[in-house]
């Protein structure tokens, strides 16, 4: 089974430009997170997917963050205009909805802003 | 507000010794996962414990969840370099939504 797919890895940008990350969850898994991990904390929360509805988007910072489902299956989160405390790892994680709601994850991009 | 507390933040230890990181909160949870975390990649799921006082072992691991599933334990025997890795702790939040709450992790570094 593939697991949760991200891109890009890796991304510098300058301070005041946009940046996009795409995530293509598991192969069925209805609920998809996207997350925001600064070096040294464990991941926080930025907005949940049910399907292609949001369920929690109570920690995005919607002045500068969006982030989209259309189909119900991958998702992009954008950040724009990026500011230097934006520098963090993202990370993509999906779930069955199911009683434990154990969540994959994948492997992250990184985000340097400069 | 729920206030979740790990600790330690970082052991270094030798291979070959054991530890137990902890994990607590003055919350009641319906069920906690741990993940482990390697540099580079995204958290891995280790285990999910649902019951209070519930033990669960993977290999060299034990996790177990409080009695008033409150807080919870990860035990490590004979830690090897490959254990190296930020731990998780991350109880299910409020209501069914799957929301998980992240503690900030304890990082073990175990040198051969």
């Known amino acids: 089974e593939a697991g949760v797919a991200q891109s890009p890895r890796y991304k510098i940008i300058e301070k005041r430009q946009s940046v996009a990350f795409w995530c293509n969850p598991i192969?069925?898994?209805?609920?998809l997170y996207w997350y925001q991990q600064i070096l040294g904390q464990g991941p926080k929360l930025l907005i949940q997917f049910q399907n292609n509805g949001v369920v929690d988007d109570s920690q995005l910072p919607k002045d500068r963050f969006s982030a989209e489902r259309l189909k119900g299956v991958d998702s992009t989160l954008k950040i724009q205009p990026a500011k230097l405390e934006d520098s963090a790892v993202y990370l993509c994680?999906?779930?069955?909805?199911?009683?434990?709601?154990?969540?994959?994850f994948g492997p992250g991009t990184r985000l340097t802003v400069t | 507000t729920q206030l979740l507390e790990q600790s330690p933040q970082f052991l270094s230890i030798q291979e070959g010794e054991n530890l137990t990181v902890y994990c607590n909160s003055s919350s009641v949870f319906s069920s906690l996962q741990w993940y482990r975390q390697e540099p580079g990649e995204g958290p891995v799921l280790l285990v999910t414990?649902?019951?209070?006082?519930e033990v669960k072992k993977l290999k060299r691991l034990t996790f177990q969840f409080g009695d008033a599933r409150k807080d919870s334990s990860l035990h490590i025997t004979a830690a090897q370099p490959g254990d190296t890795g930020l731990y998780l702790c991350a109880p299910r939040g409020p209501g069914n939504t799957g929301k998980l709450i992240f503690g900030q992790g304890t990082t073990l570094q175990v040198k051969p």
């Open positions: 192969s069925g898994h209805a609920t």
């Open positions: 414990v649902v019951t209070g006082g």
């Open positions: 994680a999906s779930s069955i909805t199911v009683p434990t709601y154990e969540q994959y």
